[in-house]
């Protein structure tokens, strides 16, 4: 069966902190991820995607990615208040299809 | 870039009555969408694949005679709820993956409400 596993959390950081989430994936033959921020009651946005092993970073916000692990997890520096939201992390396996497997999101809260 | 919308946001509607709800790709065209749903404090729930120009493919356990979906241009895809039934209010939301194949983005959601 092919899962995407995330800690459901709530992940409590400081305001300033860094915020670490993860997720780990069973499928070794996932070819895309990405992590979509959702805030309550609104639909996911797509924060960040990652195709290849390593860092890929954008402002405050980096992703890793190791195939080997089977494991990608994104950074969040100098949290504000606003980043607090439910992080989705989500694999594609199937790359000609355009599916996604969610996992079942990471509650973060950053207090001011 | 990467818009998508959706209609309507928000409806309400008599059980047995059907709904339609629209998802258009405003600045990009899209071969395939993706139509969820999530239940409160649930992760989202992939109902089918629409992809333009042919059959919807829905996932196992959703019943393809009462969510109706039609992609009938690249731009465009409908979701139409039949007979419905206060245990289908939700909130449903449709994706579109961009030209690429790789990024979907998600339209804003309709919540529904079947009383």
């Known amino acids: 069966q092919k899962e995407v596993e995330q800690n459901s959390g709530p992940l409590s950081v400081p305001e300033g902190a860094i915020a670490s989430l993860n997720c780990t994936y069973s499928?070794?033959?996932?070819?895309?991820f990405f992590w979509y921020r959702q805030y309550s009651g609104k639909s996911p946005e797509l924060i960040m995607s990652?195709?290849?092993?390593g860092d890929k970073e954008d402002g405050r916000f980096t992703a890793q990615l190791n195939k080997a692990s089977q494991y990608v997890s994104l950074l969040i520096r100098d949290s504000q208040p606003s980043d607090s939201a439910t992080y989705l992390c989500?694999?594609?396996?199937?790359?000609?299809?355009?599916?996604?497997?969610f996992g079942q999101g990471t509650t973060l809260q950053v207090k001011p | 870039g990467a818009v998508v919308s959706q209609h309507p946001s928000w409806v309400i509607c008599k059980s047995g009555t059907s709904v339609k709800i629209e998802c258009r790709s405003l600045?990009?065209?899209?071969?395939?969408m993706f139509w969820y749903r999530q239940f409160p404090k649930q992760s989202l729930m992939l109902m089918a694949t629409?992809?333009?120009?042919?059959?919807?493919?829905?996932e196992q356990g959703v019943e393809k005679d009462k969510f109706l979906i039609n992609h009938a241009s690249l731009t465009l895809s409908t979701l139409t709820v039949t007979s419905a039934h206060p245990e289908d209010s939700s909130f449903y939301i449709c994706?579109?993956?961009?030209?690429?194949?790789?990024?979907?983005?998600f339209g804003p959601g309709t919540r529904l409400t079947v009383t």
């Open positions: 600045d990009f065209q899209a071969t395939t």
């Open positions: 990652i195709y290849s092993n």
């Open positions: 499928d070794r033959g996932s070819q895309s």
């Open positions: 629409s992809n333009e120009g042919s059959k919807a493919t829905y």
């Open positions: 994706s579109a993956l961009t030209g690429g194949g790789y990024e979907q983005y």
């Open positions: 989500a694999v594609n396996i199937l790359s000609n299809t355009g599916k996604l497997i």
